[in-house]
Every structure is written in C-alpha cells, then in structure tokens.
C-alpha cells in the first residue's frame, strides 16, 4: 500500500491527504500536552477513545442541522473528513467558571455563570492561542463580520443541544472549545462547517452528582486515571461496552475494539451547505 502524504501535524492529530481532492484523513494520537505544550504525555488508548466520541458527537450534532466536517470513521483511530480552510479562531463558550477564566477574573471555579459566556482566541502557538475581541478578529483579516455572525449563531446552538446530551446522562457540560472552517464552491461560494474534534481534550465535563472532573483537567492537574475519564464518559455516551475497551496499562482490547461498529455520518453527504451571504451582521 503507497505511504499516504502528510498534511500537518498538531498536538493531538495528524491530517493525511485523503482518497479524494476534497477529503482528508484524521488521526487521533495519544499524545497529551497543556499549558500551551509545556506539559507533555503520552496516555496509551486516548486517541482510541476521542476519535470515537468525537465521531458520534459530531454525527449527532449533523442531525440538528449543524453540518461539519466529519464524514466517517476509518478505523480505531482516524476518519474521514472533508478538507476544508480552517478559521484561525477558537471559539470557547463557558457555563460554568473553570480553568484560566477564574485566574483572569477571581471567579471561584464551579461558579454558575448567569449565560453561557462566548470568547474567542486567536489560533496561534507561537503567541499562546491569546484572548481577542471582535474587534481584532475582523481588523486582521481572520474571519469577517458574516463568518463571525454565523460561528456564533452555531456555537450557541452546538452549546445548548450538547448540555442536554450530556445532562441526560449525568454529566454537566462546563465549556467547550470549537472551531471552523471553510469550504469554497466552484463560484466562489463560502460555506462553513464545524471542524476540528469534539471531545475530553477539548470539554471539560464534570460528573453532576460528585462533580468529578473527567476531562482532560485529570491530566493537567495530575489528578490521576485519566483514561478512566475519558473512558466514562463514552461508556455514558454508549460507545463502548461495560468495562470500556482499554485495559489497565493502557493496552486495547483489540477483540472486543474490532466488534464495535464504525460512525457514518450519511446526513453530511446529503446536506445541501448553508452559503455565507454578506447580508446584514450585528453592529459590534
């Protein structure tokens, strides 16, 4: 079989060219960093377990209309998705104070917050990902005032349908980190979809009666039995049987791992893309 083409490489994935000019593969590795990189690991299984979750998570995202990148699984570890331009802009939106904004603003963690609070950063390694406003994201050039509108009016709605998933299953969606990108049609049409991944690496779920932590805070923190949580949580989700699939040590129990079915997501190669239209954005 040809070695595939890599793409890029980030902290926790690889992109390969796919089969197609318009596809390319997704590689969930178990690498695990924080603090912007300053803290590295690898945890056996992780990237078994994201790339499951995030399959069914952005399937049933898909079938409330918000369309995204995802395609299919593969295999245990990477999926098809479409290619696609990524927005330079992390969205994360907030329920429940946690992580850097209680150290920016003196909130106690576990505060409630009265709305879900949408910040942005500029997707950046070299400069820390830094918090940005409206304002310099559409001063520099890193989306426009419509791209913008729409990111927000889908992050709002991916928020509001994924704490009641979560909450139907005992866990309390803290916040979440998205990000977007672009597809061009053959006219120069914009669409935008939901891309990246959806997972503990990038949720901090909280169990609601214990408030255990069960994302990735178990790594940063050397809170300990980090793949247990990441585990929990798609046994919640029904991902994986009783007992899970990775074995203590990290080892995966490939048997039972090959029983389990691959993620379609049929409704994304029927949608029809929503065009972006310069029509009328909010006033900031």
Avoid at 5 to 26: M, V
Wanted: aromatic share 8%; net charge neutral; proline share 4%.
């Amino acid at each position: 079989m040809a070695r595939r083409k890599q793409i890029y490489e980030g902290k926790a994935k690889i992109i390969y060219e796919g089969p197609d000019q318009t596809t390319l593969i997704q590689y969930f590795k178990d690498d695990a960093t924080a603090f912007n990189a300053q803290k590295k690991a690898v945890i056996a299984g992780k990237g078994v377990l994201n790339n499951r979750i995030s399959a069914h998570l952005m399937t049933r995202l898909e079938s409330i209309g918000i369309p995204t990148h995802f395609l299919r699984s593969v295999n245990m570890r990477e999926q098809m998705v479409r290619k696609v331009e990524i927005v330079p802009i992390e969205l994360v939106i907030r329920n429940v104070a946690a992580g850097s904004l209680c150290k920016r603003f003196g909130v106690n963690e576990g505060t409630i917050l009265g709305r879900p609070l949408v910040e942005f950063y500029y997707k950046n390694d070299a400069l820390g990902d830094p918090l940005v406003n409206e304002e310099h994201i559409i001063t520099f050039g890193w989306a426009d005032p419509y791209e913008l509108d729409e990111m927000v009016a889908m992050s709002w709605r991916i928020n509001d349908y994924l704490q009641g998933l979560f909450s139907g299953i005992g866990l309390r969606l803290v916040d979440l980190k998205l990000e977007f990108g672009r597809i061009w049609g053959e006219h120069g049409e914009l669409y935008l979809v939901l891309a990246d991944e959806i997972s503990p690496d990038n949720c901090r779920l909280w169990d609601m009666k214990s408030g255990e932590k069960l994302d990735k805070d178990r790594f940063r923190f050397d809170l300990g039995d980090v793949i247990e949580g990441y585990q929990y949580i798609a046994e919640k989700l029904g991902l994986v049987p009783p007992g899970g699939i990775i074995n203590k040590g990290g080892s995966i129990n490939e048997q039972l791992a090959e029983t389990l079915d691959l993620i379609e997501n049929e409704l994304a190669r029927e949608r029809k893309l929503k065009e972006i239209k310069p029509l009328k954005p909010r006033k900031i």
